[in-house]
């Protein structure tokens, strides 16, 4: 009857929980969707920053052009500066100002005196838009034309032009920049590129109306007038803002969407109209990942509300099922407790499904610990001891258990103890019962100490790969890494080197000074070895004085010369000794690189062998690298004393 008290009070705290959890679920969507909108209108504005930047720029180094325009023209009409000059100066500031395809100086009857484009010369503009509205404009300012077409490239255009007055205020003439809007195109492309497929345009429209780009490119922009009445960018232009976020159709052919409207005017700078930036990210593509969100959410919602309820149903039952259990697992235990006692091994119970552990004092005191300091012991206590790499392969385990995949449970794992250090431990156990769903309910099992084995196997595992005095690898571990470097090679398609290093005055160091000062030596030139070459490289000690490096991924044979060549400037430098004594081992060294088609790790050993033989002969101190035509036959002819190695 507590049992059944028990339930009723869990059952009516879930439904509390379960319309808590609802509201909040409400709440958190909402809040996603402020977010999702803000995000995406940050996304807007970071290329209608880009975009204002760059015209921003632009225009004020063309008004600076176009001053320097206005100069020579003043000395091209006194006489000061011949055409060909005029030519040059027009090219020199037409190559610092980006953006700009073409300047032109036009004379008070509109004829062309000056032009970067050779064909314009002695053309007359007098009825072009840029001429007409300058030399009409109050002095100082310059117009910004409405866009046009251009022939040459299919491209739309517009320019930055101003009168040049005499000192009588009459015009003189008007000075002309036409803008390429390929390459801010070109600019705005790429900007867009990480969001390739949300959606987002970016549009460049003159303050008429009259577009001059948009990216990506749409059928039929163009032949639109964005300045329509009660239209987003008329009513941008209307409130004086520079800036605007609003919703709506940037023209009639778009969708609606998420808008960012930037005029373009730079502080300073008297310009007739100014330029407006247009991004638009369709609503559909805006808010699709939180429409998904919020559908996932919902379903998954349902779906545990039904799952819990499914799962209280079912509680009262398996609370009946497992009182009747630990009856029985009571008396198993009192018969197993004194078995237990004698074998001096930790042991534990475990309630798969709730959590709980037992732990016995043998368990605690293998980590260091009295039992009560561990208490109250759970499934967590396990799982806070022992080290994380283990947790997973003893999970692992647990699962291919209680699948039946394996009879029992048995890990090896690593406990931290409380001094600190690591403790290794054999854990193994076994299902006792189960549930009425096949579902693994208690489980029994023992911990048993292996610390002083684990430490035994591991030191042998090292002592068969390293070499006992430097701690580098041995032939056998070199052997292995080869092998797989050579079929890295081979599969990637990628360069590996190997490197044969011979100390050349080790010898007679160690008949002089004795053993301890070559052990010494051989330690030295292992550290820097090491130091010279990268994580990826392998160094390895095969026997005496020699050495050799496995660089298994290198680009070319230039690579490993450079390494040789480190390595020969570090051991050419003395080596301290004891007693303030010095010994210098300059070596020899022998590289052979892979080349296409090689998988035979014995040949490669063999050529890199040759071609330390050929460093010996070339006067020691130095490296050879090997090639098709050094051969043992050819080495022979000429050999070395055992005196000289």
């Keep these: 009857m507590q049992q059944l008290k028990s339930f009723r009070r869990v059952r ?7 319309v808590v959890f609802a509201l909040t679920i409400a709440v958190l969507l909402r809040y996603s969707f402020v977010h999702e909108r803000d995000s995406s209108r940050s996304d807007l504005r970071v290329g209608s920053d880009i975009v204002t930047a760059v015209m921003e720029q632009q225009l004020r180094e063309t008004a600076a052009a176009l001053a320097n325009l206005e100069r020579l023209d003043r000395e091209y009409t006194v006489g000061s500066l011949d055409f060909p000059g005029l030519q040059n100066q027009l090219a020199s500031t037409k190559s610092l100002v980006s953006g700009v395809s073409n300047l032109v100086l036009l004379d008070a009857d509109g004829k062309v005196i ?103 490119e749409q059928e039929g922009f163009y032949d639109e007038i964005l300045n329509r009445p009660r239209s987003p960018f008329a009513t941008h232009l209307a409130s004086g803002r520079e800036e605007t976020q609003t919703e709506g159709k940037p023209h009639e052919q778009s969708p609606t969407a998420l808008l960012n409207l930037r005029t373009i005017a730079p502080e300073g700078l008297n310009i007739s109209a100014p330029l407006v930036v247009v991004s638009a990210y369709p609503k559909s593509n805006a808010y699709s990942d939180w429409r998904l969100i919020t559908s996932i959410t919902i379903a998954a919602y349902l779906l545990l509300a039904g799952g819990i309820v499914f799962l209280l149903r079912n509680e009262r039952d398996h609370l009946i099922q497992e009182r009747d259990i630990r009856l029985k697992l009571q008396t198993q235990s009192s018969r197993l407790a004194s078995i237990i006692e004698g074998t001096n091994v930790g042991t534990w119970e475990w309630n798969v499904q709730s959590g709980e552990v037992v732990f016995n004092e043998r368990w605690a005191e293998i980590i260091g610990y009295s039992l009560e300091e561990l208490e109250p012991a759970s499934i967590e ?177 230039a690579d490993a010369e450079i390494v040789a060549q480190k390595i020969l400037l570090e051991l050419r430098k003395p080596i301290e000794l004891h007693e303030g004594i010095q010994a210098t081992t300059p070596p020899s060294i022998g590289i052979s690189v892979c080349v296409s088609g090689l998988t035979d790790g014995a040949t490669l050993m063999k050529q890199a062998d040759l071609a330390m033989y050929a460093a010996k002969h070339a006067g020691r101190n130095c490296y050879r690298i090997y090639e098709p035509n050094l051969t043992a036959k050819a080495l022979k002819e000429t050999p070395l004393s055992n005196e000289q190695s």
């Design 114 to 216: 000056g032009s970067t484009a050779d064909n314009l010369i002695n053309g007359n503009f007098a009825f072009r838009y840029y001429f007409q509205e300058a030399i009409q404009a109050p002095v100082g300012q310059f117009i910004l034309s409405p866009p046009f077409r251009s022939s040459l490239r299919n491209t739309r255009r517009f320019t930055l032009s101003r009168a040049i007055h005499t000192a009588d205020g009459s015009v003189q003439g008007v000075a002309v920049a036409s803008f390429d809007t390929s390459l801010l195109t070109q600019l705005i492309e790429l900007q867009l590129n990480r969001d390739r497929g949300q959606g987002i345009s970016l549009a460049l429209a003159h303050a008429d109306g009259e577009p001059i780009l948009r990216v990506p």
């Design 381 to 557: 206590t396990w799982m806070k001891y022992a080290h994380p790499d283990d947790l997973e392969t003893s999970s692992q385990l647990l699962h291919k258990h209680f699948s039946g995949e394996l009879p029992y449970y048995e890990c090896e794992a690593r406990m931290q103890h409380k001094d600190g250090h690591w403790i290794w431990v054999l854990d193994r156990g076994k299902v006792a019962s189960w549930t009425n769903d096949g579902k693994p309910l208690w489980m029994f099992g023992t911990h048993q100490e292996i610390t002083e084995r684990k430490l035994a196997e591991e030191q042998a595992s090292h002592l068969a790969y390293f070499d006992s005095l430097t701690n580098l690898p041995n032939r056998r571990l070199l052997d292995d890494r080869l092998e797989h470097a050579l079929a890295q090679a081979q599969r990637n398609g990628r360069t590996l080197a190997l490197m044969f290093i011979d100390l050349d005055n080790f010898k007679p160091v160690n008949d002089t000074w004795g053993h301890q000062a070559g052990d010494q030596l051989l330690i030295e030139v292992s550290r820097r070895l090491k130091q010279n070459v990268r994580a990826s490289d392998t160094v390895a000690r095969t026997g005496g004085d020699e050495f050799i490096l496995l660089l298994p991924e290198i680009a070319d044979t």
């Design 12 to 18: 009516a705290i879930t439904f509390f929980i379960l």
